[in-house]
């Protein structure tokens, strides 16, 4: 089936066959394991998946591409293919007599963040998740404190997960060659959160409010948000200089703010 890829659904495909083995292995799939592939695309790592179990659920949102999956994968019993958005799909509700499924996936550019936020809602159902970024992205996932690519999402996905580089894929890889390299990135899910929901609410809401004004210092930034008493005693208590900026506070320093 002849096929043209669809630019705005952010459709580039792995065509390099070493590096599809190198994800296949660094994601160390086992038989046990129940899979969740998040766009399967033409099944480039499909395939290489169902080689590791017989409990691989394919989720792609192209009709067309379904169809050729159907077709390349008729000899692989154990793949289940599904069409559906991830971002419409209830992972909680289709999995609920499975304990955890791990998550595989190369993400369309445009959707990255949306597609991790969603994931995280189910994070009680996921054993680990492996995705293809951006490599600007990916290094925005894994940022420190005082570096340019800290910032609220930094802090937002290391508050759920503890995120790591495994390697970097060149763009030269991809069929429509993107225009920047990408990395594969694992996400291990921390089990135990220090703040209950209500609190996490706050803590993401200041987080935000500090670094939308980068610039500001982080008095003037929160100003309304946090009240000057409450900063000051903050300050004091954790000996920080009261000019600090947001980008050279760790996600602990505002846990420690909003407790």
Known sequence: MQFRPKKRLGQHFLIDGN?????IKA??????????????GRGELTRLIAEKTDKLFALEFDPRL?????????????????NRHILYFDIARFFKNIPKVKVIGNLPYNITTPIIVHLLKFRSK??????MVQKEFG?????????SDWGSFSCFLQYYTQPQIQF???KTCFWPQPKVDSVLVKLNL?????????????LFKIIRTSFQQRRKTLKNALSGVVSSRKLNRYFNQYNIDKNIRAEQLSLQ???????
Not at 126 to 131: L, Q, V
């Open 27 to 40: 994601c160390e799939i086992t038989p046990d394991d129940t899979v969740l592939e998040i766009g399967s």
């Open 253 to 259: 320093d505002f846990i420690n703010l909003v407790r």
């Open 168 to 170: 970097f894929i060149k």
């Open 126 to 131: 996921i054993k680990d998740i492996f995705i």
């Open 19 to 23: 590096i599809r083995r190198k994800i």
């Open 139 to 147: 290094q925005r996932m894994v940022a420190s404190p005082g570096s």
């Open 190 to 202: 921390k089990e135990k959160l220090p703040l209950d929901r209500k609190k996490e609410k706050r």
């Open 66 to 82: 379904c169809l050729i999956l159907k077709s390349e994968l008729t000899d692989c019993a154990g793949v289940k293919i599904i």
